[in-house]
Protein backbone atom coordinates (compact mmCIF):
# COMPACT_ATOMS: atom_id res chain seq x y z
CA UNK A 1 0.00 0.00 0.00
CA UNK A 2 1.05 3.47 -1.17
CA UNK A 3 1.84 5.55 1.89
CA UNK A 4 2.93 9.01 3.00
CA UNK A 5 3.55 9.32 7.04
CA UNK A 6 4.11 12.69 8.28
CA UNK A 7 5.28 13.58 12.09
CA UNK A 8 7.52 15.44 14.24
CA UNK A 9 4.51 18.94 14.05
CA UNK A 10 3.26 20.85 17.49
CA UNK A 11 3.26 23.93 19.10
CA UNK A 12 6.26 25.92 19.35
CA UNK A 13 7.21 30.23 19.91
CA UNK A 14 8.69 32.10 17.65
CA UNK A 15 12.44 31.40 17.21
CA UNK A 16 12.09 27.68 18.49
CA UNK A 17 12.68 24.67 15.72
CA UNK A 18 10.54 21.99 14.30
CA UNK A 19 12.50 18.55 12.83
CA UNK A 20 9.34 17.13 10.34
CA UNK A 21 9.58 13.70 8.74
CA UNK A 22 7.50 12.04 6.38
CA UNK A 23 8.25 8.28 5.64
CA UNK A 24 7.01 6.66 2.69
CA UNK A 25 5.81 2.72 2.67
CA UNK A 26 4.72 0.94 -0.32
CA UNK A 27 7.16 2.47 -2.96
CA UNK A 28 10.87 3.83 -3.28
CA UNK A 29 11.14 7.64 -3.38
CA UNK A 30 14.29 6.81 -5.65
CA UNK A 31 12.20 7.81 -8.64
CA UNK A 32 9.75 10.88 -7.02
CA UNK A 33 10.41 14.63 -6.41
CA UNK A 34 9.09 15.05 -2.89
CA UNK A 35 7.97 17.98 -1.86
CA UNK A 36 7.03 19.82 1.76
CA UNK A 37 3.76 22.18 1.22
CA UNK A 38 1.72 24.17 4.07
CA UNK A 39 -1.70 25.51 4.48
CA UNK A 40 -2.98 27.79 6.87
CA UNK A 41 -6.50 28.76 7.86
CA UNK A 42 -8.70 30.35 4.75
CA UNK A 43 -5.15 30.20 2.72
CA UNK A 44 -4.53 28.31 -0.57
CA UNK A 45 -1.86 24.99 0.10
CA UNK A 46 1.81 26.50 -1.04
CA UNK A 47 4.64 24.63 -1.40
CA UNK A 48 7.61 25.26 1.16
CA UNK A 49 10.31 23.01 -0.58
CA UNK A 50 11.12 20.11 -2.27
CA UNK A 51 14.10 17.28 -2.84
CA UNK A 52 14.76 14.91 -6.01
CA UNK A 53 14.94 11.62 -5.28
CA UNK A 54 17.42 11.29 -8.18
CA UNK A 55 20.02 13.53 -7.53
CA UNK A 56 18.93 15.59 -3.87
CA UNK A 57 18.89 18.70 -5.57
CA UNK A 58 16.61 21.14 -3.78
CA UNK A 59 14.35 23.83 -3.46
CA UNK A 60 12.39 26.44 -1.29
CA UNK A 61 10.23 29.28 -1.35
CA UNK A 62 11.65 32.67 -0.72
CA UNK A 63 10.35 32.78 2.69
CA UNK A 64 11.93 29.89 4.32
CA UNK A 65 15.09 30.08 2.60
CA UNK A 66 17.90 30.02 5.09
CA UNK A 67 15.33 28.61 8.16
CA UNK A 68 14.18 25.78 6.67
CA UNK A 69 16.79 22.38 5.65
CA UNK A 70 14.80 19.60 3.23
CA UNK A 71 17.08 16.34 3.55
CA UNK A 72 16.48 12.63 2.56
CA UNK A 73 17.46 9.01 4.59
CA UNK A 74 17.99 6.56 1.64
CA UNK A 75 17.94 4.01 4.46
CA UNK A 76 14.70 5.01 5.77
CA UNK A 77 13.18 5.99 2.99
CA UNK A 78 12.39 9.33 4.92
CA UNK A 79 12.33 12.79 3.94
CA UNK A 80 12.91 15.17 6.61
CA UNK A 81 11.90 19.29 7.01
CA UNK A 82 14.20 21.04 9.94
CA UNK A 83 12.81 24.11 10.61
CA UNK A 84 14.54 26.84 12.61
CA UNK A 85 13.85 30.44 13.43
CA UNK A 86 9.77 29.75 13.26
CA UNK A 87 7.99 32.65 12.82
CA UNK A 88 4.20 33.18 13.20
CA UNK A 89 3.26 33.25 9.72
CA UNK A 90 4.70 29.56 9.49
CA UNK A 91 2.27 28.26 11.36
CA UNK A 92 -0.67 25.73 9.38
CA UNK A 93 -0.75 21.96 8.23
CA UNK A 94 1.75 20.77 6.40
CA UNK A 95 1.91 17.97 4.27
CA UNK A 96 4.45 16.23 2.49
CA UNK A 97 3.78 14.68 -0.83
CA UNK A 98 5.60 12.54 -3.90
CA UNK A 99 5.63 13.57 -8.09
CA UNK A 100 6.75 11.39 -10.57
CA UNK A 101 8.40 14.29 -12.61
CA UNK A 102 12.06 15.52 -14.30
CA UNK A 103 12.10 18.84 -12.69
CA UNK A 104 11.64 20.10 -9.42
CA UNK A 105 8.47 21.65 -8.27
CA UNK A 106 6.50 23.67 -5.38
CA UNK A 107 2.97 23.62 -7.71
CA UNK A 108 1.05 21.28 -5.58
CA UNK A 109 -1.15 20.63 -8.83
CA UNK A 110 2.24 18.72 -9.99
CA UNK A 111 1.84 15.86 -7.42
CA UNK A 112 -0.22 13.14 -7.01
CA UNK A 113 0.32 11.24 -3.36
CA UNK A 114 -0.07 13.48 -0.39
CA UNK A 115 0.42 12.16 2.90
CA UNK A 116 -2.16 13.07 5.80
CA UNK A 117 -0.80 16.59 7.19
CA UNK A 118 0.84 17.54 10.61
CA UNK A 119 0.20 20.44 12.34
CA UNK A 120 2.53 23.12 12.76
CA UNK A 121 1.75 26.10 15.23
CA UNK A 122 4.40 28.94 15.95
CA UNK A 123 2.56 31.04 18.90
CA UNK A 124 4.13 33.05 22.04
Known amino acids: QVQLVESGGGLVQPGGSLNLSCEASGFSLDDYVIGWFRQAPGKEREGVSCISGRNGGTTYTHSVRGRFTISRDYTKNTVYLQMNSLELEDTGVYFC?????????????????WGQGTQVTVSS
Open 97 to 113: ATARIWWRSLAPADYQN
